[in-house]
């Protein structure tokens, strides 16, 4: 086996290796004056089982650049098999038409990892799971959810806990959420007058007194959960959590959370935290290596990896 890392979340790739006892591969991946993308792997991969860790995250385009261009190093020097680790797969909010005249952008990008040369892709908690279906290689859609229960478990009182939705397109997954810890579940209705902005409209469900956990797989501008905070706190709730997948934040939304009434928000290390994220006080970062790391494994042994959930 060998691991490759780009530069997008190299923290997250050693935490990866580290679990898995294999050092990353030795590589360089820099930049021509006029910021072309310069690969060179310095280890001979013929015949190895690889694997590219590179999360689409800011600056997407130049994360996404890098990801294929080791690919297609990595396709050359006649590696057995490549498959594309991405913990977190930009362009998955891009997965229909919005409007006449307006891209897939999802399976664009996804034909272009397949294109490069990539056997396989591993990734987690995809906005769309039917982005899943517009890759024409086998593609495994990992879960946070495990990582997700064990920190609500080991910091929250449980039996004073209610799972809230912060749209209605989330409920499948909070409901799978609310099942896991054996909690009540309610949902913010509202509606979305532009990209960015979302105005709370009504709480579905009675939260009053209760500890209200938001679950969400991507967090951006902070927006919709700076005001499905005030809404909830404003119906009752005791006081609001937020656990989320991906930490995207950006522009000014780690002072928007730091300013909001979300107790806490805490984001997986899928995306590498910002000098602003991390200085946030109400911005908690936990591991995710570890799940990613056991994937991996069973992938390279041929062994099951929808069994790490159940």
């Not at 396989?120 to 890759?135: C, E, I, K, N, S």
């Not at 086998?138 to 609500?152: G, M, Q």
């Not at 409901?175 to 979305?192: C, G, H, Q, T, Y």
């Not at 200085?279 to 990613?292: E, K, W, Y």
Request: hydrophobic letters at 45%.
């Amino acid at each position: 086996m060998k691991l490759l890392a780009g530069n997008s979340n190299r923290p997250l790739a050693e935490a990866i290796a580290a679990h898995l006892g294999v050092p990353l591969c030795r590589a360089q991946v820099r930049r021509f004056a006029d910021q072309e993308i310069w690969v060179e792997i310095l280890e001979n991969v013929r015949g190895q089982d690889t694997f590219v860790i590179q999360s689409t995250s800011a600056p997407a385009n130049d994360h996404l650049m890098e990801l294929l261009i080791m690919v297609d190093a990595l396709r050359r020097a006649s590696a057995r098999r490549i498959t594309a680790v991405i913990p977190y797969f930009g362009y998955a909010r891009q997965d229909r038409k919005q409007g006449p005249r307006t891209p897939i952008s999802a399976k664009l990008v996804s034909n272009l990892i397949t294109r490069a040369g990539a056997d396989r892709v591993l990734t987690v908690d995809l906005h769309a799971g039917q982005v899943q279906g517009f890759f024409d290689i086998p593609t495994d859609n990992l879960f946070a959810a495990p990582v997700i229960v064990a920190d609500i478990k080991s910091h929250l009182e449980l039996k004073n806990v209610m799972v809230v939705s912060p749209d209605v397109g989330g409920v499948v997954r909070a409901r799978a959420l609310a099942k896991r810890i054996d909690a009540p579940l309610a949902i913010v209705d509202k509606r979305r007058e532009r990209a960015g902005e979302s105005e709370v409209m009504n709480i579905i469900g009675d939260v009053n007194g209760h500890n209200c956990i938001l679950i969400d797989d991507i967090v951006d501008s902070g927006g919709t959960l700076c005001n499905a905070a005030e809404a909830l706190l404003a119906a009752g709730a005791g006081s609001v959590f937020a656990y989320i997948t991906h930490g995207v934040l950006s522009g000014a939304a780690a002072e928007r959370i730091a300013n909001s009434k979300l107790k806490q928000l805490v984001v997986t290390d899928t995306i590498r935290a910002t000098a602003a994220v991390e200085s946030a006080p109400n911005i908690r970062v936990i591991p995710i290596g570890h799940l990613i790391g056991e994937a991996i494994a069973r992938t390279a042994r041929e062994e099951s990896v929808s069994s790490l959930f159940d």
